[in-house]
């Protein structure tokens, strides 16, 4: 049980790596608040989590709306008691390159991917102080690590963002005993990668360049996940845990 007694919150949490989040969380012992958009598949990870025995609450959150965030926080504290664990995990992507890409993209893709995590953080800081501290773990990408020709440029830009982000974070908040990491995927299995996979030059081409030579699956993120929640990274702040087969080794 690595998250005992510990309370959650993760956005995106409906499915792909948020749900396997969720799951994984609740079976370590923790109280899991599922946040999302997604409000039907959200509650079915909710129902499924709490038949088989563990603690869940979902709860409506876009995360560019600073009043969702405010709710969701308060919601996880009025039922669980207090927040220990906040992950950063609702993202969207476009795959239009630069030339192509619209403003109105570019504005999408900041707002969720990085102000979506600046309000969270915003939100959580609190209620986690009282606590004694916590763990916030940012779900950026090796997008925002390395250039890349076959993705918007927001799309790296905003996970670039979330990575500095973090270590913003980690160095601020350190004093508080409030711990900062980010998490950096390769290809996974989700459905936000569906399409591409489904396509067999893009699959090819994405394959070649991951040495495992297969997608990850939402458990391969969610057990990196649940180490940095957890009390076993707790001389970890401001660092990058990449998982991607072997992508960014190249």
Same mark, same amino acid.
């Given at each position: 049980?690595?998250?005992?007694?510990?309370?959650?919150?993760?956005?995106?949490?409906?499915?792909?790596?948020?749900?396997? %989040?969720?799951?994984?969380?609740?079976?370590?012992?923790?109280?899991?608040?599922?946040?999302?958009?997604?409000?039907?598949?959200?509650?079915?990870?909710?129902?499924?989590?709490?038949?088989?025995?563990?603690? !869940?609450?979902?709860?409506?959150? #876009?995360?560019?709306? %600073? /009043?969702?965030?405010?709710?969701?926080? !308060?919601?996880?504290?009025?039922?669980?008691?207090? =927040?220990?664990? =906040?992950?950063?995990?609702?993202?969207i992507a476009f795959w239009s390159a630069g030339d192509d890409?619209?403003? %109105?993209?570019?504005?999408?893709?900041? #707002?969720?991917?990085?102000?979506? +995590?600046?309000?969270?953080?915003?939100a959580a800081i609190p209620e986690m102080r009282k606590a004694?501290?916590?763990?916030?773990?940012?779900?950026?990408?090796?997008?925002?690590?390395?250039?890349? @020709?076959?993705?918007?440029?927001?799309?790296?830009?905003?996970?670039? !963002?979330?990575?500095?982000?973090?270590?913003?974070?980690?160095?601020?908040?350190?004093?508080?005993?409030?711990?900062?990491? /980010?998490?950096?995927?390769?290809?996974?299995?989700?459905?936000?990668?569906?399409?591409?996979?489904?396509?067999?030059?893009?699959?090819?081409?994405?394959?070649?360049?991951?040495?495992?030579?297969?997608?990850?699956?939402? #458990? @391969? +993120?969610?057990?990196? +996940?649940?180490?940095?929640?957890? @009390?076993?990274?707790?001389?970890?702040?401001? /660092? %990058?845990? +990449?998982?991607?087969?072997?992508?960014?080794?190249?």
């Amino acid at each position: 049980m690595r998250l005992d007694g510990k309370v959650a919150l993760i956005s995106g949490g409906a499915r792909g790596m948020g749900s396997a %989040e969720a799951r994984l969380f609740a079976i370590e012992g923790a109280a899991v608040v599922i946040g999302d958009v997604l409000d039907q598949l959200g509650q079915q990870v909710e129902a499924e989590i709490n038949e088989t025995g563990g603690r !869940a609450l979902y709860v409506h959150l #876009d995360v560019t709306q %600073e /009043s969702d965030w405010q709710r969701a926080v !308060a919601t996880a504290v009025t039922r669980f008691g207090k =927040l220990d664990v =906040l992950v950063n995990n609702a993202g969207i992507a476009f795959w239009s390159a630069g030339d192509d890409a619209t403003v %109105e993209e570019w504005d999408r893709v900041m #707002d969720v991917n990085a102000k979506g +995590v600046f309000l969270g953080t915003k939100a959580a800081i609190p209620e986690m102080r009282k606590a004694g501290g916590g763990s916030i773990v940012n779900i950026s990408s090796i997008s925002g690590m390395v250039g890349q @020709d076959n993705i918007h440029p927001g799309y790296n830009a905003s996970k670039g !963002a979330v990575r500095l982000l973090t270590k913003s974070t980690a160095i601020q908040h350190a004093k508080d005993g409030i711990r900062a990491n /980010s998490v950096h995927p390769g290809p996974i299995a989700t459905p936000m990668t569906e399409a591409g996979r489904a396509d067999p030059e893009r699959y090819a081409r994405s394959m070649a360049r991951t040495p495992l030579g297969r997608y990850g699956e939402p #458990d @391969d +993120v969610a057990f990196g +996940v649940l180490f940095l929640a957890s @009390d076993e990274s707790s001389y970890m702040t401001g /660092s %990058e845990l +990449v998982i991607d087969g072997g992508v960014t080794a190249q």
